[in-house]
């Protein structure tokens, strides 16, 4: 199945739907396993696909030095609100882009489809960790997260329940998926907190000219 620039729009309506009764709990909770707060965990959520619109559409082969975070006197709700139109920028960069844009992210240059189906995984697991953080009920689509596995983690797909299965690639454990063993290790796509944790940065790609491959040319360590 292809994802498709509005799946993006789908994810973030499916977030910002699970986290509205949140908005008056506590933030400041740990989110999940991670060492995020939910505060935390939401802005991130609001800035990557901010961000991946920012790349996709300046076709830029390096590293933008600016962060995206929501505006500091927003509401909650506001903020759940900001995710989405974050979300719709992404798609409507998405949607205009050329089969031959691809825009600079840490683990490689990307193109539309894969900074879509990137955010989708984002804002689907990163409200997985602060939902679990707030105790609220969430469970996405099985083919929105089928959509997700298939792009982020191509050579992981299997005939599992999609959900428990994208949590698991994702590092985290859902009470479904217990007895899987260890999730895979050096999946095809990494995130946020996961990036922190490397010693060596890729900062700016170029093409090979000789076999048209994007490599990474200069890091930051």
Request: hydrophobic fraction near 45%.
């Amino acid at each position: 199945m292809t994802i498709k620039p509005d799946t993006v729009e789908a994810a973030a309506a499916v977030v910002a739907a699970a986290l509205r009764p949140g908005v008056d709990a506590d933030w400041s909770v740990q989110a999940g396993d991670l060492e995020w707060s939910v505060d935390r965990t939401i802005s991130h959520m609001t800035g990557a696909p901010a961000k991946y619109a920012l790349y996709l559409s300046s076709r830029s082969t390096q590293y933008i030095a600016v962060t995206v975070m929501p505006w500091q006197d927003a509401t909650r709700q506001e903020r759940l609100e900001a995710i989405e139109g974050c979300a719709a920028a992404l798609a409507g960069v998405a949607e205009t882009a050329p089969p031959s844009a691809f825009g600079f992210h840490v683990t490689g240059m990307r193109n539309a489809q894969q900074f879509v189906a990137m955010a989708c995984n984002e804002l689907l697991v990163h409200t997985y960790d602060v939902t679990r953080g707030l105790g609220l009920p969430y469970e996405p689509a099985e083919e929105l997260c089928r959509l997700v596995i298939e792009h982020c983690y191509p050579d992981q797909d299997d005939q599992r329940p999609a959900w428990p299965l994208l949590v698991w690639l994702s590092g985290r454990r859902h009470p479904a998926a217990t007895g899987w063993g260890e999730p895979p290790t050096g999946g095809a796509i990494m995130f946020g907190d996961k990036i922190e944790d490397r010693t060596e940065l890729p900062l700016e790609f170029a093409r090979d000219p000789a076999g048209g491959e994007w490599l990474a040319i200069r890091w930051v360590t």
